[in-house]
């Protein structure tokens, strides 16, 4: 039996003074890479925050490889801890107290302690030389270039091995060059990943370069059905 | 008589100009010290019984204005001796206006004797503990006595001394909570804050439902107050009118009132 | 090293010393807890409460005093039911001292530590737990390490508030030498007893210690990383 890897139908009213905003998202997709495309205030963001945990919908369920996160009817809510996931924030969210190393093994330590600013792990280790950033180990974010910034986001968010990653906008921080030399590099190592990925972004650069399938979202809804399977990336880069 | 159009002539500009540098002037003194007007330093044991007599004085001398300045004898002495500008210092012990004399902030010719007090010892009025003598203040049932700071309130050096001439100050001193002022003692009786205290007799009779005189506490030395106007007074023919009319028999009347013996 | 202060002075000093570095702890504890609650609770009379708490800083302290005096005085609601419950009694002793200082100072700590974690980005405390880490653990690692800094500064300021404190402490405390005569207390009965050499080295060494309170309060000011 298998399910579908992301499985969700959720319903959120926003109020803020006067604007009223309702949510009424339904997805259900085999596809391992889905990007949802839309205007900014079409709720992408809103509808990440659900899958992640951070914020919670009025009612509806998600489920994730049949795993249910959260299912209003009978009363299961994850909390963001339990769901594993991966999440990029769209400006990363680095802790800027923490240097590199200790961004990305942020989150393979339970305590109350920070992990040291040397401190050794094979995990963070592997991440900092896959995305090159070994030179920047003990560096603080605010002197990290965007592209460093926006990799150690990545291997923070990959070190712990999530069940699904989630990403924000990621290269909407970027000037165009920058760009479209990290969607190279993130597709790449999206080809050696086997977990789910759901992108949101307002680029259309971005479905074409990540899609299996493609979502718009407008008004709160996932509109339409999916756009036609794009060729496979690897064809793409050959 | 010539009109001006225009500029007024330079005569007429100047005059008005006196006229109304003198006016602005008369009014800032005016705010500044009425003809009448004199600052009193006075012991806090007076309070009561001064601001009293306060009343019959500028009943009786219409236009004349007493502002009163009440605190330890110590305390007032050291603000005249930075300058604090007074007319007449009251104080509660001889000591004290000793030490003014000396600093040369009054002269000796002017100082009168005008009153006199006892020391009480005085307790809650709902203590049930037995005091009849100083030697009682050591049962284990009184843990805090109020005792005016002795280094500068008068009520504090006359208990110190009570209790030294009895051999008692190490073995009460101890329990001693030091007050700025005999009213602070007084204050922390009535809340039963303390179990006793040292005041004078005519400040326990201002709550007599308070506290309670336990007993008199014998002194080898009379309590008198004595008065005086400063040298450095600013309004001398006023203050020297209030000093001797703390002698006339009407203040002496209003004293008696309040608990205080003659001179 | 005591030749050159007279006796009084030192007992002082220690006591200010002891009474304003409890106080400051006190404020420690309930100031950031105060804080961290008014930062993220959201009910309607939150900024009222807020207010609320923030009037010792501008009562006069005697009016401060007079209301503890009267509170924990033998007869007053909470100091009989802790004499009767306990056998405390707060008045004229070092932790009454403590009380004292502690109230006039909260607000210059709580209202600190509450703009410190208001200022924490809120989408950070979010990663964490995405990351997977305890709510407890985001607050160690994440929140406190981020604010620390703006509590730090309101907490030496309040201790300079509470060292020099002194109306409020001579009407709950009394001036007990050598038990409750604090700095300012004894400075005060310097002057009013004409002793003022011991009000010049006594003035001396507070001010002395209040420039350093300061000077450190300015040094660690939010806004000095520094790369590690």
């Known amino acids: 039996m298998s399910h579908p890897r992301f499985d969700l139908h959720i319903r959120q009213q926003l109020r803020t003074g006067e604007r009223h905003f309702e949510l009424n998202a339904r997805l259900q997709t085999d596809c391992q890479r889905v990007v949802i495309h839309g205007p900014s205030g079409a709720g992408k963001s809103l509808l990440l925050k659900a899958i992640a945990g951070i914020s919670t919908p009025d009612a509806g369920f998600i489920r994730l490889d049949g795993l249910s996160l959260f299912d209003s009817d009978s009363g299961i809510r994850l909390s963001p801890q339990q769901r594993q996931l991966g999440y990029l924030f769209q400006d990363y969210a680095l802790f800027p107290h923490l240097n590199v190393r200790q961004n990305i093994g942020f989150g393979l330590r339970q305590g109350w302690r ?87 972004t307002h680029d259309m650069e971005d479905v074409h370069h990540f899609a299996q399938q493609a979502l718009c979202m407008q008004g709160g809804q996932l509109c339409g059905s999916p756009v036609a399977t794009l060729p496979d990336l690897q064809a793409s880069l050959a | 008589m010539q009109v001006y159009y225009g500029e007024l002539p330079d005569e007429t500009l100047l005059m008005k100009t006196q006229c109304l540098t003198l006016s602005l002037c008369t009014l800032l003194l005016a705010g500044h010290a009425q003809a009448a007007e004199i600052t009193v330093s006075a012991a806090a044991s007076l309070t009561n019984a001064f601001k009293d007599i306060a009343h019959h004085y500028e009943a009786q001398y219409p236009g004349s204005k007493i502002n009163f300045n009440f605190a330890a004898s110590g305390a007032l002495l050291q603000q005249m001796s930075k300058g604090a500008p007074v007319d007449v210092f009251a104080s509660a012990d001889q000591e004290t206006m000793d030490s003014a004399i000396k600093q040369k902030l009054v002269n000796a010719a002017d100082r009168k004797d005008f009153a006199r007090n006892a020391l009480v010892v005085i307790t809650p009025t709902d203590s049930k503990l037995k ?128 608990g205080f013996q003659k001179p | 090293m005591t030749s050159w202060l007279p006796e009084p002075s030192w007992s002082a000093l220690l006591l200010s010393l002891k009474v304003a570095g409890c106080a400051t702890l006190l404020n420690l504890l309930l100031g950031s807890a105060v804080g961290l609650f008014l930062a993220r609770a959201r009910f309607p009379g939150r900024d009222l409460l807020d207010t609320l708490l923030t009037l010792p800083m501008v009562m006069p302290p005697t009016v401060l005093g007079y209301y503890l005096l009267t509170l924990l005085g033998r007869r007053g609601p909470l100091g009989a039911w802790l004499l009767d419950r306990f056998g405390i009694n707060l008045i004229f002793t070092w932790q009454g001292a403590v009380i004292a200082a502690s109230v006039v100072a909260f607000p210059l700590v709580f209202k600190p530590a509450r703009a410190a974690f208001e200022g924490v980005d809120g989408q950070l405390e979010q990663a964490g737990r995405v990351l997977g880490i305890s709510e407890a653990a985001i607050f160690f690692r994440i929140t406190l390490p981020l604010a620390w800094r703006g509590i730090l500064a309101g907490l030496l300021l309040a201790f300079a508030r509470a060292l020099g404190e002194f109306g409020a402490t001579l009407m709950v405390a009394g001036s007990i030498p050598g038990k409750t005569q604090t700095l300012s207390v004894a400075i005060y009965e310097a002057v009013q007893a004409g002793q003022d050499d011991n009000a010049n080295a006594l003035v001396l060494i507070t001010s002395a210690v209040c420039v350093g309170v300061l000077l450190l309060a300015g040094r660690l000011s939010p806004g000095r990383l520094q790369e590690r």
């Open chain 1, 114 to 200: 920070n992990p040291g600013r040397r401190h050794a792990s094979t995990d963070v280790d592997y991440w900092l030389e896959a995305f090159g950033l070994q030179q920047q180990a003990c560096q603080l974010p605010a002197t990290l270039s965007g592209g460093q910034r926006q990799r150690t986001a990545l291997a923070r968010a990959l070190v712990a091995r999530p069940r699904a990653l989630l990403l924000d906008e990621p290269f909407s921080a970027m000037d165009p060059a920058l760009r479209s030399q990290l969607r190279t590099e993130l597709s790449t190592l999206l080809q050696t990943l086997s977990i789910p990925m759901l992108l949101i």
């Open chain 2, 131 to 258: 005091l009849q003598q100083l030697a009682d203040l050591q049962q284990a049932g009184i843990k805090h006595i109020a005792l005016g700071v002795p280094a500068s309130v008068p009520v504090g050096r006359y208990a110190q001394r009570a209790l030294e001439n009895a051999h008692l100050w190490t073995a009460v001193g101890s329990k001693a909570i030091n007050t700025q002022n005999v009213r602070q003692s007084l204050d922390y009786v009535a809340r039963g804050e303390v179990e006793a205290g040292f005041v004078y007799q005519t400040d326990a009779a201002i709550m007599p439902d308070k506290v309670k005189i336990a007993f008199s506490v014998p002194l080898d030395e009379k309590i008198s107050y004595p008065v005086a106007n400063t040298a450095e007074s600013s309004n001398a023919v006023e203050a020297r009118r209030f000093v001797n009319y703390l002698l006339s028999p009407a203040s002496q009347a209003i004293l008696a009132r309040y």
